[in-house]
């Protein structure tokens, strides 16, 4: 009986860190309503908990589609800490709006192979985005 419960725990165990991986990809952000430029992130696990999915701005642009060489934020997270939730969502994160410094909660769900919709929200207040995959 000990030996069973023990492989059952075991096999919950080694499945939860199996399908726990993080998500990965480069996504186009939607143009940003105050400057209108909007950026690549590229997604993968967290640096401080490869179970966490998280998200760093790896190129920005202004809105005449010109690359911002020396962007401030480049390198820094735009999204952090996504718990996969269930086959397509993430939850449980953070994502910072550069543009204003806020940070929301933030879920995360992927809508097809090339889109992604991302959402922040303060207390019931919620903005919603769809990111499109560059590679």
Same mark, same amino acid.
Not at 7 to 13: G, I, P, W
Not at 24 to 46: D, E, H, I, L, N
Not at 70 to 94: A, I, L, R, T
């Given at each position: 009986?000990?030996?069973?419960?023990?492989?059952?725990?075991?096999?919950?165990?080694?499945?939860?860190?199996?399908?726990?991986?993080?998500?990965?990809?480069?996504?186009?952000?939607?143009?940003?309503?105050?400057?209108?430029?909007?950026? =690549? !992130?590229?997604?993968?696990?967290? #640096?401080?908990?490869?179970?966490?999915?998280? *998200?760093?701005? &790896? /190129?920005?642009? +202004?809105?005449?589609?010109?690359?911002?060489?020396?962007?401030?934020?480049?390198?820094? =997270? !735009?999204?952090?800490?996504?718990? #996969?939730?269930?086959?397509?969502?993430?939850? *449980?994160?953070? &994502? /910072?709006?550069? +543009?204003?410094?806020?940070?929301?909660?933030?879920?995360?769900?992927?809508?097809?192979?090339?889109?992604?919709?991302?959402?922040?929200?303060?207390?019931?207040?919620?903005?919603?985005?769809?990111?499109? /995959?560059?590679?």
């Amino acid at each position: 009986m000990m030996k069973t419960l023990i492989a059952t725990v075991a096999c919950l165990m080694i499945s939860t860190h199996v399908f726990a991986g993080a998500f990965s990809g480069t996504y186009k952000t939607m143009p940003s309503k105050r400057s209108g430029g909007w950026a =690549y !992130v590229k997604f993968g696990a967290c #640096k401080e908990n490869k179970h966490l999915t998280c *998200g760093t701005l &790896i /190129k920005a642009f +202004s809105k005449d589609g010109k690359v911002i060489k020396n962007y401030e934020h480049k390198g820094k =997270y !735009v999204v952090w800490d996504m718990k #996969k939730d269930g086959d397509n969502n993430f939850s *449980g994160g953070k &994502i /910072k709006d550069y +543009s204003d410094g806020k940070v929301y909660n933030s879920k995360m769900e992927i809508l097809t192979k090339k889109k992604i919709g991302v959402s922040g929200c303060v207390l019931f207040i919620c903005q919603a985005q769809e990111w499109s /995959k560059v590679k």
